[in-house]
T-cell receptor, first 111, second 115 residues
Framework: KQEVTQIPAALSVPEGENLVLNCSFT??????LQWFRQDPGKGLTSLLL?????REQTSGRLNASLDKSSGRSTLYIAASQPGDSATYLC??????????FGKGTRLHILP | GAGVSQTPSNKVTEKGKYVELRCDPI?????LYWYRQSLGQGPEFLIY????????DSGLPNDRFFAVRPEGSVSTLKIQRTERGDSAVYLC?????????????FGNGTRLTVT
């Protein structure tokens, strides 16, 4: 059974710092891994999708990496801003086409 | 519409009542997912449709929960004899058929409160 874990559960960093969020999964037989952002009381917004054959994807200040063999992904946020404060979730699409989520990392950027 | 639409946005019901939650996916998306999210938790998988059929309903907690997608577009999640433990945000998402490269698009959810 696929399990997705995100560490840390919560993180506070001063504005301007670079930071890394971690995601691990137990079964490497996946189609892709996706990172989402969720603001309080809102739905999820897709940030980046990495296919199983890819190593990383970049969008603006965000960079996501994937090491499928070790079951790990990281989301790197450069030059953090207060507007980056949100919960970040990762999810894997497994070979049964089920999409399994971690519990998320609550990020707070201190102005 | 441009995105996934869920109605109602909020639903308050009494214990024991029946509720229906609606999801209108992005036009042309063949895959549709229902999730349930409690405070401080990640989304919990409930059911997945590919076209009109439920490809995987292993996440439905019990037989009070049922979902349909009769024409392969709009889906309805139905909960019978609601219990206070059913209170949560119910999220719907859709994607195209490309299993490798199709991101999941979410609606804003329906917040269900059972009193």
């Amino acid at each position: 059974k696929q399990e997705v874990t995100q560490i840390p559960a919560a993180l506070s960093v001063p504005e301007g710092e670079n930071l890394v969020l971690n995601c691990s999964f137990t079964d490497s037989a996946i189609y892709n891994l996706q990172w989402f952002r969720q603001d309080p009381g809102k739905g999820l917004t897709s940030l980046l999708l990495i296919q199983s054959s890819q190593r990383e994807q970049t969008s603006g200040r965000l960079n996501a990496s994937l090491d499928k063999s070790s079951g790990r992904s990281t989301l790197y946020i450069a030059a953090s801003q207060p507007g980056d404060s949100a919960t970040y979730l990762c999810a894997v699409r497994d070979r049964d086409d089920k999409i399994i989520f971690g519990k998320g990392t609550r990020l707070h950027i201190l102005p | 519409g441009a995105g996934v639409s869920q109605t109602p946005s909020n639903k308050v019901t009494e214990k024991g009542k029946y509720v229906e939650l609606r999801c209108d996916p992005i036009s042309g998306h063949t895959a549709l997912y229902w999730y349930r999210q409690s405070l401080g938790q990640g989304p919990e998988f409930l059911i997945y449709f590919q076209g009109t059929g439920a490809a995987d309903d292993s996440g439905l907690p019990n037989d009070r929960f049922f979902a349909v997608r009769p024409e392969g577009s709009v889906s309805t999640l139905k909960i019978q004899r609601t219990e206070r433990g059913d209170s949560a945000v119910y999220l719907c998402a859709s994607s195209s058929g490309d299993l490798y490269n199709s991101p999941l698009h979410f609606g804003n959810g329906t917040r269900l409160t059972v009193t």
